[in-house]
């Protein structure tokens, strides 16, 4: 079963608009950590937020901002006032804390649009 | 902080040809370390992972393998390149001293391989 699921392929919007991309996760593990990473075209794997399971507020750094909704089991990236440089893949991951190697397990990824 | 040099950057080889991508760690010391593979639109794929000098995990079997001859470095191989062995492959890294909080994973630049 996927752990993590990001139903949208592609999402478009013009700059200076918010935007929320989507991601549910599944596990039976109380301890664990969700995060969200940007890619742009050069493959690079930009950090952008975490929120730990035990966290009782909404993470947010800057335009981003994690809305944690922990019995829906989603976590999903809001980013306010989309600028033309966010428009990149963006990647919902997550880290159970009995998961060997503390691997990051990834969803499938949303590509984000900006336009003027 | 930490810092992963991978190389090459990009890479074109035959069907059949043999494969070696390196990835070395600096500013930190007996990290984990993970090589991903992300297809073309694709999210990443956990293929390997390492907790210690010697020690491999494999996620996926596949026609890949990887060593850990140092602490800071970690090696993907192949004998026989596929042409399904395309992709973009990153190596990461967590630092080992980090608790469940500890949002520390650091990615390299990539590898863009493709098979031909």
């Known amino acids: 079963a996927q752990k993590i699921t990001q139903t949208q392929p592609g999402m478009f919007v013009q700059e200076k608009e918010a935007v929320t991309l989507d991601c549910t996760y599944d596990?039976?593990?109380?301890?664990?950590?969700l995060f969200w990473y940007k890619q742009p075209s050069s493959g690079e794997m930009i950090f952008l937020i975490y929120q730990g399971s035990y966290d009782q507020q909404n993470a947010t750094e800057g335009r981003y901002s994690l809305n944690f909704q922990k019995a829906r089991k989603s976590a999903n990236l809001v980013i306010s006032a989309s600028q033309l440089g966010d428009s990149a893949m963006y990647f919902c991951?997550?880290?159970?804390?009995?998961?060997?190697?503390?691997?990051?397990?990834f969803g499938k990824g949303t590509t984000l649009s900006v336009s003027s | 902080s930490q810092t992963i040099h991978q190389w090459p950057a990009t890479l074109v080889q035959p069907v059949g040809s043999p494969l070696s991508l390196e990835c070395t760690v600096e500013?930190?010391?007996?990290?984990?370390l993970y090589w991903y593979r992300q297809a073309a639109g694709r999210g990443l794929q956990l293929l390997f992972y390492s907790v210690g000098i010697g020690q491999i995990s494999s996620e996926v079997p596949q026609n890949l393998s990887a060593s850990r001859p140092q602490d800071r470095q970690f090696i993907l191989s192949s004998k026989k390149l596929l042409l399904s062995d395309s992709g973009f492959y990153l190596c990461?890294?967590?630092?080992?001293?980090?608790?469940?909080?500890?949002?520390?994973?650091?990615f390299g630049s990539g590898t863009r391989l493709t098979v031909v």
């Open positions: 990461a890294c967590l630092n080992r001293q980090g608790g469940i909080s500890n949002y520390g994973y650091t």
């Open positions: 500013g930190t010391s007996n990290p984990n």
């Open positions: 596990t039976s593990d109380p301890s664990y950590g």
């Open positions: 991951a997550m880290r159970e804390s009995n998961q060997a190697g503390t691997a990051l397990i």
